[in-house]
């Protein structure tokens, strides 16, 4: 496995480097750090793990667009099936990532179990990805429906202009790298707080269409998975639409290192997460169908504010504040946990060094935290959002389908490694073979977007003997890379 040795260095009297390519002690290794070492401090307690989880799981998709869904099954009754389903293939993802949480305490999600499992360029390619495209194009998404959202009070009667949205979305990603540059402590705080938003956001729907239920209100229930009849093309666009609302479960895999007794909270997070998040999202969109129709729904831009208006005159107001909220608290959540995976990545050696420094006195990895902020800006002004996510979606399900594998993989390759939490087998084998086969049908549905999307990650491959292998590079290249 290619590793390159750096020494931690101390820049500006500012930063120390946190634990250079994984050459020195990690936080569970039990040796002692060295005087003067600096590292991220265990400041995720269970509470914090589970508003990592469901406050970056719950963004502005459940509250704005279940109709991707509903449009790609055709009925009632098939919408509310796929989304039991992803939640239970999410728990099954989630409970994978517990066990290897458990097994691998490092920090990183994706990337380290997939050089654990794999070896370096796969796991290159995996963060080349992520930084480059995936990473700033969904902030960069997410983000600008915070500023929508965040607006629509002040533009009832009218159109939002585009500047406005991008100005305040501007504001609100530069609010979130603060945040997280300045204090773990107060982002993991915050993080909470938007979650308890979340939550009550989704009661504020669930608990009128009880009661809509209560009072018979069942008339798009009847003959439930009667209308138009799935088809092979659509089907996978459903899961994807699903899976992409439950995404966010295995965030708090980037930041192992950061968890309080990780062998124990890691799989209670998940566990606890998943279910709420699960029985939250099939809830709603039940209530969603107590009051709208599938016609209506289908037609409706933002559906929880079409169900608000109907039910609660005035009230409905608050609900595109508390859809911001949860879209800011996706973000922040999402930019606390991949932050992680740069600074890893850095550590190893695969990105610029740099990436892996602590900041001395806030012990956060400021740097790692930045790096997003001028690819996010760009994206949002200039970058087709939704074709690159389109683009790249399949790349996230194939790396996680690989990451599951490799937990098999690792189970005959190191059968002594401790494993505090273990799944049964037929948990990672059903997952793996469901992300893979989603990955192959979507690219039987829709080749040229996939295939681009595949094409884009494959430039990590020359990229990985550019910048890692080739150990001949001219003098002035080095110095760009902090080499």
Not at 25 to 51: C, E, H, N, Y
Not at 262 to 290: D, H, Q, R, W
Not at 399 to 417: E, N, S
Not at 471 to 481: A, C, E, I, Q, V
Request: glycine residues 8%.
């Amino acid at each position: 496995m290619f590793r390159k040795a750096a020494v931690p260095t101390v820049s500006n009297g500012s930063y120390l480097q946190g634990q250079a390519n994984g050459k020195l002690s990690s936080m569970d290794s039990g040796q002692p750090a060295r005087q003067g070492k600096v590292v991220l401090k265990k400041k995720v307690t269970l509470l914090r793990g589970i508003s990592i989880i469901i406050g970056t799981i719950i963004g502005a998709g459940i509250f704005i667009s279940p109709k991707g869904i509903l449009k790609n099954t055709g009925s009632v009754g098939m919408s509310l099936t796929v989304w039991t389903v992803c939640g239970i293939l999410s728990l099954f993802g989630a409970l994978c990532y517990a066990e290897l949480g458990t097994c691998i305490k490092k920090s990183g999600g994706h990337y380290t179990y997939i050089l654990e499992a794999f070896g370096p360029l796969p796991a290159f390619v995996r963060v080349w990805v992520e930084l480059l495209i995936i990473r700033p194009a969904a902030t960069a998404v997410i983000s600008l429906a915070f500023g929508r959202y965040i607006l629509e009070p002040f533009f009832m009667q009218c159109e939002i202009p585009e500047l406005a949205i991008k100005l305040v979305t501007a504001v609100g990603i530069t609010l979130v790298m603060v945040l997280n540059s300045t204090s773990v402590s107060w982002s993991a705080r915050i993080q909470m707080f938007l979650t308890f938003c979340k939550l009550v956001a989704i009661l504020i729907i669930i608990v009128p269409g009880v009661i809509q239920l209560i009072k018979g209100e069942t008339e798009h229930f009847k003959n439930a998975f009667a209308g138009n009849d799935a088809s092979i093309m659509g089907l996978p666009l459903a899961f994807y639409s699903g899976m992409y609302a439950y995404s966010g479960w295995f965030y708090l895999n980037f930041v192992t290192e950061e968890v309080e007794n990780p062998e124990k909270n890691i799989p209670l997070a998940i566990c606890i997460s998943m279910i709420i998040v699960t029985v939250g999202y099939v809830l709603t969109n039940v209530a969603y169908f107590t009051t709208i129709s599938p016609g209506e729904l289908l037609l409706s831009k933002a559906v929880a504010v079409t169900f608000a208006e109907r039910l609660m005159g005035d009230f409905s107001l608050a609900v595109p504040v508390f859809v911001a909220l949860s879209c800011f608290g996706s973000m922040n959540g999402g930019v606390f946990a991949v932050s992680r995976m740069f600074f890893v990545a850095s550590r190893e050696g695969h990105l610029p060094e740099i990436l892996s420094m602590i900041h001395v006195r806030k012990h956060t990895p400021l740097p790692a935290v930045i790096v997003l902020h001028p690819l996010t800006m760009i994206m949002l002004f200039n970058g087709d959002l939704y074709s690159l996510l389109n683009f790249l979606s399949f790349a996230r399900w194939l790396f996680i389908g690989l990451v599951v594998a490799g937990l098999i993989y690792l189970r005959y390759k190191r059968p002594d490694m401790p494993r505090p939490f273990k799944v049964p087998l037929f948990i990672p084998a059903l997952f793996s073979f469901t992300c893979l086969f989603m990955v192959a049908l979507s690219l039987y549905a829709d080749p040229v977007n996939t295939g681009i999307g595949f094409a884009i990650t494959l430039t990590g491959i020359p990229a990985y003997y550019l910048f890692i292998v080739w150990d001949n590079k001219p003098k002035w290249f080095r110095k760009l890379l902090g080499k």
